[in-house]
C-alpha cells in the first residue's frame, strides 16, 4: 500500500514539484510531508491555500486509495485555522466511511518549526472510485 | 482598484509561479487567469485540485478584497463538476455578501481549450478582514 | 414535473409538519415556501438553522428530481448571511451539474417581510441519484 | 456549564419541538439527544436532512458556547454517510479551535437502534461570537 501511494504520488507532476513525500500509509489512512519553499507563499508569506488544500486533498484522497483504489475527488472543504507558516508541513488523512459510490475522508495539517508541531488547517474530502482500478 | 490586485497578487510567491493574471476587478468581482504548465497535473494529468483551489480560494479573496481590503481566507470549499483540462483556466469571483467579521464570496472555474470554455469547478469561501488595510 | 414534486412533498413528513409548498419547478430548478411559526426558532428567534437547512436541502433536492429522479442528498452546506427574520421564506435551487453518480446544485434562501425580500442563506448539495427511479 | 447550555436549549422553540435534550457539556464538548418521531421523516423515512443539520448545528454551537459564550453560526456542513434511521440520535460536538472571531467545531451524529450505535453523519461548523455574553 506504501508503495502504491509513493508510485502515485511520484505519477503527479505537481506533486513532483511541491516535494509531497508520503510517509505513512495504513488501511483507511495515509500521511504525507512537504518542506516549505518561498515559491509556496501567499502575500503574507503564510503557505498559500491553494498548497494548504493541495496537501489536505491529496491526503484525503491517498486515505481513500487504501481502502477503494483510484479515486477522484467531487469536493473538498478547508478550514484555516491558524496562520501555515513552517518549516515543514505535515498532512494526516483518514477515511471515515468508504462508500461504493463515495468515499467520504478527513485531514488534518500540521506546521512543524524547529519540532514544535502546530495545526493549522482541518479539512474534507468526498471521493469518487473510479472503474479502472489501476493503482492497488 | 484592478492597480491594487495586481500588485497584491505580484506580492504572492505562489501567483507568480502559477503565472497568475489580473484580469478583472470590479466592486465585489474579480477575474484570473493562468496558463497551464504540465508541472500543475494531478496523476492523471488534469489541473491539481490544489490548483484548482488556488484559483478560486484566490479569486474570491480578491472579490473580497474590493469591498473589504486586506483579507485572509478561513473557510473555502470547492466542488469539481468536471475534468479539469484546458490550456487556459479562467476564475471568476464575486462577493455574496460583505459583513464586517465576515465576507462570503463564490467563485466559478472555467477551462479554455481553443476558446472553447467548459466549467470545471465552483468554490464558496469566507474572508475574514484583517485590522490593518494595507492593500486598499 | 411539478405535480411530482408537489407528490414526493407531501410524502415527506418533516415537509408537511414544516408546511413547505413547491411553488415552481422547470428543469433543474425548483422553489419552496414556508410561512414562519414560533416552534421553528432558535434562542433568538431567527429561524433555526436546521430549518434553513432543510428549506436549502430540500429545494436543491428537487432541482436535482427534475433532472435526474429519485436523489439522496450526501453533502450539504450553508452560509447564513443575514439573521433569518421574515414572515415567509422562499428557498430557490438550481442544478449546477448533473452526472451519473453526483448531481452539484445550489440554492438561495430568501427571508420576505410586508413584501419585502432579503437574502438570507446560501447552500451548495451534493445529490446521489438512487437506482428505483420511482419519482418520476 | 452543563445548566446554562439547558438553559438555552430550553429557550429555542425548535429544539423544544424536536425534544433536543442536552446530555453532556465539558470545556469545548458537548452532547445532545433526541427520540425519533413520525413527523421528522424525509420522503423515504429517514430522518430528514433539516433534522440532522439541526441536531450537528446545534450540538457545534453548545460546544463552542462553552468556551465563547453567545454565539451564532455562519457556516455550516453536513456529509450525509449512512441512512439516518434510528430510535434515538446522538449528536456529539466538540470545538476545533476557539479565535476571538471564529470558532470552527466538528461534530458527529449516532443513530441508536437498540442499543446498537451506527455513525450516520458528519458535520463542521463556523459559528461567530456575538458582543452580549448573555449566556455565559
Not at 49 to 63: E, H, Q, R, W
Amino acid at each position: 500500500m506504501f508503495d502504491t501511494l509513493k508510485i502515485i504520488n511520484d505519477t503527479a507532476a505537481f506533486n513532483r514539484w511541491a516535494g509531497f513525500e508520503v510517509t505513512r500509509a495504513e488501511k483507511g489512512e495515509a500521511e504525507l510531508r512537504m518542506h516549505w519553499r518561498n515559491e509556496m507563499g501567499q502575500y503574507s508569506g503564510f503557505l498559500h491555500a491553494g498548497m494548504v488544500a493541495a496537501l489536505l486533498d491529496t491526503v484525503c484522497g491517498f486515505a481513500a486509495a487504501t481502502v477503494s483504489g483510484r479515486v477522484l475527488a467531487s469536493h473538498f472543504s478547508v478550514n484555516c485555522i491558524a496562520p501555515a507558516v513552517g518549516q515543514v508541513f505535515i498532512a494526516s488523512g483518514k477515511v471515515v466511511k468508504a462508500g461504493r459510490k463515495q468515499v467520504f475522508a478527513s485531514g488534518e495539517l500540521y506546521a512543524d518549526t524547529d519540532g514544535k508541531r502546530k495545526l493549522v488547517a482541518t479539512g474534507n474530502a468526498i471521493l469518487v472510485p473510479v472503474e479502472t482500478s489501476e493503482i492497488t
